[in-house]
């Protein structure tokens, strides 16, 4: 499948000054360890079968707060309202309109909030794709995302009911009491 326009070069700017980046990148040593904000700015050249059209800008992962400005304009996100939160869950989306892809130029800022040691792990680059469209990758993301969960609740649901058979097999057996409780609960 098409993964659209990756962008993965950037222009890192943190309190401790600015420098080139390229993406992946953990950029935990750049910052302090304290809340702030820094950015990722690029001027990107949008490839001409991307052009005249809305386009989505997509960062499949990354467990940060993010907001986006196009041109020095903020962009609303799609999705999720992170205000006043440190982490977020899930890709981020934005929708650049055609006026802005029009011109085949554009200038992107991403403002980040760091609060813990992830927000500096930019370890899967932005890509842009026509409004509303997905790429493989997030497809798998939000199939992991979705069903890993389940997968888990299963797993630790029957742990702990074999723990549980386990410890009325043979009462000496505390200590698999003792589990199948700690699994049931964690499943819950």
């Given at each position: 499948?098409d993964e659209g ?102 200038t992107l800022a ?79």
């Open positions: 499948g326009q990756v962008m993965s070069h950037y222009t890192f700017h943190g309190p401790r000054g600015t420098r080139a980046v390229d993406v992946p990148v953990h950029l935990n040593a750049d910052l302090p360890r304290s809340v702030i904000r820094y950015s990722l700015t690029a001027d990107v050249t949008i490839e001409p079968r991307l052009r005249n059209r809305d386009l989505d800008l997509v960062i499949p992962y990354l467990p940060a707060v993010v907001t986006l400005r196009v041109d020095g304009d903020p962009i609303p996100t799609l999705g999720y309202d992170d205000t006043g939160q440190l982490r977020h869950v899930g890709p981020h989306r934005w929708t650049i309109g055609r006026a802005l892809t029009a011109r085949g130029k554009v991403l403002d980040i909030t760091y609060g813990w040691t992830q927000a500096a792990w930019i370890d899967v680059a932005p890509r842009l794709v026509p409004s509303g469209n997905s790429t493989p990758l997030m497809e798998r993301t939000r199939l992991f995302n979705d069903r890993g969960g389940w997968f888990g609740l299963i797993g630790l649901s029957e742990m702990g009911v074999t723990f549980l058979a386990v410890y009325f097999w043979d009462r000496r057996r505390r200590a698999y009491l003792w589990f199948a409780i700690q699994a049931l609960s964690a499943s819950f």
